[in-house]
């Protein structure tokens, strides 16, 4: 298995992925394994994540909805150095903003500032339907690490 703690080559491997609208969110299941991610049941759905997976941003919440030890330990470094950077007084205004963001194209960039490089491969999947007669839309993002892939005959 790859250390995760070091270095990595080339991009984050980043796909933006949009639904027709008015289609149900995709039933996502990991690219390595095939195990699905989040089960419906009873109206609810349940967290099935594989070892895989890194990472689930909800559209719909705005934040991270699943991560990994590896991606909160990683995210944890990442809050750290912004707050050195950022003195609480300091965290308003465009520069905060562009530093701290993860939202549509900036997602990969906080990728690879979180230190991830071309094992790691998100899937933005963005989807819409009608809310109290208006459209909304949302993208929710799935990273996969594929550092955790590791030798059966190990």
Known sequence: MQDNASASIGQVG???????FGLQPPQVHCPICGQQQFVEQDDEYLETPCEHLAFVFGGEEDEFVYASADFSAR????????????????????????????????????????GYGAHLLALRITYGGMAEGSPVWFSDVYGFDYSTIRDEEA
């Open 75 to 114: 995210f944890a470094r990442f809050d750290a150095e912004l707050d050195l950077r950022f003195p609480e007084e300091a965290r308003v205004g465009e520069e905060y903003e562009e530093a701290s963001s993860f939202y549509r194209d900036l997602f990969p960039r906080r990728l690879a500032d979180l």
């Open 14 to 20: 980043y796909v933006s992925i949009e639904q027709p």
